[in-house]
Structures are given as C-alpha cells and as structure tokens.
C-alpha cells in the first residue's frame, strides 16, 4: 500500500508559524520529487513548494518565497513544510504529492496525501 499522511495543521494566528509533516508508507520519498500544495474553498489547487528527487533542490511559489522552507528527513521517511510569517491568505488544505520528477503542475504528481487544515487568523 503506498500512501502519504501529513500533519501538522490547525489554527494559528497572523505572524505565528506551523511545521507541516507528509509521512510515507510503501514508498521511499528519497526517490522522489516531493511537493507541496493548498487549495482554498472556492479556488483552484496552487503550487507551493517542491524538493527535487535527484539535486534535493528547491522551488517555491512567489508567494511564500522567503517564509516557507521545505526540507526531508530521509531516516525518518518524513518531508517537511516549515511556515513562518503566516498571513490569513495562507489559509487552506495543505497536500503533499510525490512524483518522479519535480513539477509545478498538480496535474503530474500522481500519490497524493489526504491533506491537512491550515487556518491563520488576523
């Protein structure tokens, strides 16, 4: 079974930070390019970050360039989305998403997790 489980959501306040988690099982996230995206209530999904699986390089959205930072922990077969600097636009259901190779398009990651609730308030 391949499957990925993020945590790490809930309530914080403007200015305040959360660490998101994106466990994996059935698959070794090493060999992966690991991506992060949030989809608002009435909103189309949008990119946020990715870790590419063959440089362990990174990109990130304009919109969070400078607050966000996505890392790996491969000993613990975990990825991390640590946000600082929250702003109520931030507010959204976070995924993770693995594929071969790193995208900015939702469309070419094909195992996906269930998605957890980050809600920033002013």
């Known amino acids: 079974q391949v499957q990925l489980v993020e945590s790490g959501g809930g309530l914080v306040q403007a200015g305040g930070s959360l660490r998101l988690s994106c466990a994996g099982s059935?698959?070794?996230?090493?060999?992966?390019?690991m991506a992060w995206f949030r989809q608002a209530p009435g909103k189309e999904r949008e990119f946020v970050g990715v870790t590419s699986r063959r440089t362990m390089s990174t990109e990130y959205a304009d919109s969070v360039k400078g607050r966000f930072a996505a890392s790996r922990d491969n000993a613990k077969n975990t990825v991390y989305l640590q946000m600082n600097s929250l702003k109520p636009e931030d507010t959204a259901v976070y995924y993770c998403a693995a594929s071969l190779y790193a995208s900015q398009r939702d469309g070419d990651y094909n195992i996906w997790g269930q998605g957890t609730q980050v809600t920033v308030s002013s």
């Open positions: 059935g698959l070794t996230l090493s060999r992966y390019a």
